[in-house]
Structure formats: C-alpha cells, structure tokens
C-alpha cells in the first residue's frame, strides 16, 4: 500500500482531488493534514471520510513536530501539497497569514520530506527512489496579461498581491529544494477552479448564493477582468498525471483554455438559473458594480500545452458544461 500525505485536504480542491485518487487507485492509503480553519470544512470529506484507506490529521503544516512524527508514523512515499491561504481580498487585509502557510508551512513540509528520503545532496535513500513531493501552486504568480497572449512554464514571475507573492516565494523554495539537493519535485501552477465545495466568499459560490437568496450580485469593477476557468475535476486529472508522470524539477501549467470576464460569468450564472430556478424576474437585475480591489490584475491565461503534450491531459469539461454542474451543485447547498 503507497502511503501519501494530502495538505489542506479538507478544502476546496484538496478534498477533490482525495476522492479522485481514492477512486482510481486502489493502492493508495492517505493522510490528510488539514489545520481545519474556515476553508476546511467537514462536509466536502462527506464522500470518503469513512473509507478505511483515509485518515483526517488535524494540524499546522508550520508544526514541525507533527509532521515529522507523520513522516516517521506513515514513511509517506509522495506528498501532495494543497494547503494554502488563498482569497486574495484576506491576504489584502491580512497578509501576515499567507506568508506564514504558504512560504513557512511549504519550507516546513520540503525540509521535513527531504529530511526523510534523502541521505544528502543527490543522495536518495535506496528505498525512497520514487518518492515524490507535488506542490500546487496557482497562475497568480506570473502576474497580469495584456489582452492578448498567454502564461507558460518560462513565463517570468511578476506576482502582484500578498497573495501570490507568497505563492512565488513557496514556488522558488520548491525550485531550490531541487537545483540544491537533486529533491524529487514538481510544481503545477494551475488557472482559477471552479467546481463542488469551493468556499462561499469565491466568485462563482457568492454569485450564486446572492442570486438565489435575492441579494445584490456584486462584480468589481467594470467586470473586464478576465479569467481561465478550469473545472476541479479537470485540474485533479492534471495533477495526478503530473505525479505519476511528470519529469522531476518541472512546472506544468494546468489551464482549461476557458477565458470569461467575470461580467460574462454573473450574467451566463443568471441566465441559467432564470432557466432552471425561475423568480419573478431576471436574475440579471440583481447585478451590481463595486469599488474595484486594489492590484486587480486585468487577465489571466494558461498555455496548457506543456501537460497536454507531455503527459496526454486534456480539459474535459468546457465552461459552459463544468458551469451548469456547479450551479445544480449549489443550489442544492443554498436552497
């Protein structure tokens, strides 16, 4: 039985990609450590919390200790590492958080796994040849596009939140980890998910929740700003193919090649539910315009190539598809 360690499994993709993998892979034993703060909830592990190949942690992926102990406890032969601060408003507000996860927990966690697979630099323990340690990171990190043009794996990075500067910060620690030691890593920086159990205060959940509860649909802005928007299950594909397949050191970027304004998504959101949750008039309507977030940055695109070259992935689900799952998911949640 391969034993892996899943961070921040509770959350949004985590918690995804965990029952992807228990459901493919019947060789798999997991370990989730999960801090369960407001991101990590309970019911997004509904669906395999009582699989006896599953294990919940609760913990600080910063606590040192604890994920030695882990590490000794379980002798994890791959890591797959999710846990993050990630809403950009909070990291705005609160930007002590986000470096503290994401730079000092992915250096805990790096430290650590080296520490077990490894005799020195380039020296792999006999038993641990193909142990490997996956980090998820996010396209925020290149910055901000143009109107044309599209981010690659060569793309310089140009982070401008708190935000994705701790995500650039944990992605060059992963990077050293490898140039340094010879540690074998791979980092997927992956465009904006949408999907089951995504938190409320995302865009796609809140649209959703302020439609159905007759509530002002805010859009900051004037909604120009655009996005490539990658269904979950789609991204949970990529990132399993990027473990098993992928070439040690390398990034893949994970893109759905779905690129909306978030004007397009308020309104197509609306349009669908005046179809199939009808009120007395046009979801539309409730659409509203607020003061745009500080270093909003105008677009987002990935060139997917690399993975779908490489490693035979392809997006499966469209937008307008992957949307109308989603709506049906929440609508169940909200109503």
């Known amino acids: 039985m391969k034993k892996y360690l899943v961070t921040g499994g509770a959350g949004f993709i985590g918690s995804n990609f965990i029952e992807h993998l228990l459901a493919s892979d019947s060789s798999v034993e997991i370990i989730n450590l999960d801090l369960m703060t407001y991101a990590g909830r309970e019911e997004n592990m509904a669906s395999f919390s009582e699989n006896d190949r599953y294990q919940l942690v609760k913990g600080d992926i910063c606590d040192r ?134 938190h409320d205060e995302k865009l796609i959940p809140t649209i959703i929740r302020n439609a159905v509860k007759g509530n002002p649909i805010p859009i900051y802005g004037d909604g120009q700003n655009v996005r490539d928007w990658l269904f979950v299950t789609d991204h949970c594909r990529g990132i399993d193919l990027a473990f098993k397949n992928g070439r040690t050191g390398e990034t893949y970027n994970i893109g759905g090649r779905n690129e909306r304004n978030n004007l397009y998504i308020a309104q197509a959101i609306c349009e669908i539910l005046d179809r199939i949750e009808p009120g007395n008039k046009s979801y539309k309507e409730q659409i509203i315009f607020v003061t745009d977030r500080p270093g909003h940055d105008l677009r987002y695109a990935i060139d997917a190539s690399k993975i779908e070259n490489e490693l035979g992935w392809k997006a499966e689900e469209n937008f307008e598809s992957g949307i109308e799952k989603t709506i049906k998911h929440y609508l169940q949640k909200y109503l």
């Open 65 to 198: 200790k604890l994920v030695e102990q882990l590490f000794k406890d379980y002798d994890f032969s791959g890591v797959f590492h999710f846990a993050a601060e990630s809403h950009v408003d909070n990291s705005i507000s609160g930007p002590e958080a986000f470096i503290k996860t994401n730079v000092n927990g992915t250096f805990t966690l790096l430290d650590v796994a080296r520490n077990h697979w490894m005799e020195g630099p380039g020296k792999v323990k006999a038993d641990k040849k193909s142990a490997r340690f996956l980090h998820v990171s996010t396209d925020e990190v290149y910055g901000s596009l143009g109107k044309e043009g599209l981010f690659t794996e060569e793309t310089p990075y140009a982070p401008n939140s708190p935000y994705s500067a701790s995500k650039a910060g944990s992605d060059f620690i992963v990077r050293s980890y490898f140039h340094t030691y010879g540690m074998n890593v791979v980092t997927t920086n992956c465009s904006n998910n949408y999907g089951p159990n995504q």
